[in-house]
């Protein structure tokens, strides 16, 4: 992987739910808003929001799993503040609504615990 991408995506990474725009992002690897959309897309297969979307997703499924904040909480921490784009999103990604997503993964957390 190109040096300059990798070290967007650690600062991606690092921040995730920073405001991040395109022309920050080139800004700070020195280069154009056209080439470093070009070069991320060729390096990643996805252009620098989708990627950004993608983590920020991969947040709130984490976030659902593991604790207990409101679904429009999450939504609003990861940055998708508009509670219907959320949910489109997330059932894009992973095929379930953030409701249904958070009852499935407690319903089989309950059952794989083992009780004495």
């Known amino acids: 992987m190109d040096g300059r991408?990798?070290?967007i995506?650690?600062?991606i990474r690092e921040?995730?739910?920073?405001d991040w725009t395109v022309e920050e992002m080139a800004i700070i690897i020195e280069l154009s808003e056209s080439h470093f959309q070009k070069l991320f897309k060729?390096?990643?297969g996805m252009s620098p929001k989708a990627y950004l979307k993608n983590l920020r997703l991969e947040k709130a499924?984490?976030?659902?799993?593991?604790g207990f904040k409101q679904i429009k909480q999450i939504g609003y921490e990861i940055g998708l503040t508009n509670d219907s784009h959320f949910a489109?999103?997330?059932?894009k990604k992973y095929g379930t609504t953030p409701t249904?997503?958070?009852?499935?993964s407690w319903a089989l957390n309950r059952s794989n615990s083992v009780y004495w």
């Open 5 to 7: 991408i990798f070290h």
């Open 9 to 11: 995506i650690e600062k």
């Open 15 to 18: 921040n995730w739910n920073h």
């Open 42 to 44: 060729s390096e990643t």
């Open 61 to 66: 499924r984490e976030l659902l799993e593991n």
């Open 88 to 91: 489109r999103d997330f059932k």
């Open 100 to 104: 249904q997503y958070r009852k499935n």
